[in-house]
C-alpha cells in the first residue's frame, strides 16, 4: 500500500519566499522533514493558510495558525485539504499524519470514514516527547 506523510506547518518561518519545506524553520519541523525523507516517504505539509501543500511550491512568509481558529472554521480547512488528498490520491492509502490535534481533529475523521488508513505517532505526545521521538527514530 502506498504511503505519504502529512506534516504540519509551523510558526517559525524564513523572512523571504522560499520552498515550503524550507520555509518552514522550527526545530520540530526540521526533525519531522528529516525523518519522514529518511523513511523515503512522499510528504506533504498541511498549511493553515494553504491547506494541502506540496513541499516544493514556493510561498511568501505568512503568519496563520489553527490554533486559535474557532472549530467551524478548522472544520472547514480540515474539508478543504480532504477534498485536495482524494483529489491527489483518489485511491485509498495509507496517510501518517504529523501534526497536532487542530490539525488532525477532523481531517483524521473524514479521512477514515473514506477507508484511508491513518497513523498519527505522535499523537499521544507532549512537544517535549515529540521531539525525543523523532531522535529516536532517526537514523544517525
Same mark, same amino acid.
Given at each position: 500500500?502506498?504511503?505519504?506523510?502529512?506534516?504540519?506547518?509551523?510558526?517559525?518561518?524564513?523572512?523571504?519566499?522560499?520552498?515550503?519545506?524550507?520555509?518552514?524553520?522550527?526545530?520540530?519541523?526540521?526533525?519531522?522533514?528529516?525523518?519522514?525523507?529518511?523513511?523515503?516517504?512522499?510528504?506533504?505539509?498541511?498549511?493553515?493558510?494553504?491547506?494541502?501543500?506540496?513541499?516544493?511550491?514556493?510561498? *511568501?512568509?505568512?503568519?496563520? &495558525?489553527?490554533?486559535?481558529?474557532?472549530?467551524? =472554521?478548522?472544520?472547514?480547512?480540515?474539508? /478543504?485539504? $480532504?477534498?485536495?488528498?482524494?483529489?491527489?490520491?483518489?485511491?485509498?492509502?495509507?496517510?501518517?499524519?504529523?501534526?497536532?490535534?487542530?490539525?488532525?481533529?477532523?481531517?483524521?475523521?473524514?479521512? *477514515?470514514?473514506?477507508?484511508? &488508513?491513518?497513523?498519527?505517532?505522535?499523537?499521544? =505526545?507532549?512537544?517535549?516527547?515529540?521531539? /525525543?521521538? $523523532?531522535?529516536?527514530?532517526?537514523?544517525?
Amino acid at each position: 500500500m502506498k504511503s505519504i506523510a502529512l506534516v504540519s506547518c509551523v510558526s517559525k518561518k524564513s523572512s523571504k519566499p522560499s520552498p515550503a519545506k524550507e520555509l518552514y524553520q522550527s526545530t520540530w519541523f526540521v526533525k519531522a522533514k528529516a525523518y519522514v525523507e529518511q523513511q523515503g516517504l512522499d510528504w506533504y505539509i498541511l498549511s493553515a493558510k494553504y491547506g494541502l501543500l506540496h513541499r516544493d511550491r514556493i510561498i *511568501e512568509p505568512y503568519e496563520q &495558525t489553527l490554533h486559535e481558529t474557532p472549530a467551524m =472554521l478548522r472544520k472547514q480547512w480540515a474539508e /478543504q485539504v $480532504f477534498q485536495q488528498l482524494t483529489s491527489e490520491f483518489p485511491d485509498s492509502i495509507q496517510m501518517q499524519i504529523f501534526a497536532g490535534r487542530y490539525y488532525r481533529q477532523y481531517l483524521v475523521l473524514f479521512l *477514515e470514514s473514506a477507508n484511508y &488508513t491513518v497513523i498519527t505517532p505522535l499523537s499521544q =505526545l507532549g512537544i517535549g516527547q515529540q521531539l /525525543q521521538w $523523532f531522535d529516536q527514530h532517526l537514523k544517525r
